[in-house]
């Protein structure tokens, strides 16, 4: 069994199409674990993303490397393209509060309240740090947090967890990273015990659930209403359904 490691982003990305999307995760299969260098022919993408348009995946490239996704340019002379995976700007989240103002504007009649031999120590955006100050006022590094990296199984059907998060998008109840990772470990444990992932993923999906759920862990009954279940209707509120169904749409003779 092979493993895909690829930024969670790449797959809640929203202006991702499938087709990208598909794409981008083949070419996250082929990176290494201390390079973001790759360079796969065409009919390796196209193979591993399930398109079978070269041209096509040639185009999804280019607009993966519009979107920010990568940076794409001719390989020597042998006329294949080498890939530089990186992650766009607009993903990278960072606190309100990281954000620092560096210019301070001074009354000219204030006086300022450093020393004016006073040394400053500034590097990169992670941390901003001020010392030699008259004052003991110090500015705490400002980490910034790291995503979290999503493992996807060869064997997960990456499209249609993609449309169970877009579902959970739509009923305005969207997953977090953490949230997705767990949901990613609990299907696998159920993979492994030999149930039918793609099946617990499409009930999921159709019942509007907000997990999925192993056969032994289908919704269950308490006081009579079915829980998890979108309907909520007693079993003899089911039960009368059923029979008034049977009076207007009789069995054929």
Known sequence: MSILVAPLEALTDSLLSDPERRVLLALFSYRGKVTELVFPSLDALADRSLIKDKTRVSKITTSLANKGWLTKKKKGFTGCNQYTMCMPERLTN??????????????????PNLDSDAKYDVGTTDQVQVTHQVTNHINKPIKKKSAIALVIPEWLDGELLSDFIDMRKAKKNPMTQKAISLLITKITKAF??????????????????????????????????????????TPKQIKTQRFTQSILNPPEW
Do not use: C, R
């Open 192 to 233: 492994n015990a030999g149930h039918d992932t793609t099946l617990m993923l499409e009930n999921a999906i159709v019942g509007g659930w907000q997990s999925v759920y192993t056969p032994k862990d289908n919704p269950k009954q308490s006081n009579g209403v079915v829980i998890n279940q979108p309907s909520g209707f």
């Open 94 to 111: 960072l606190d309100s509060d990281a954000k620092l103002v560096l210019d301070t504007k001074l009354d000219s009649d204030t006086k």
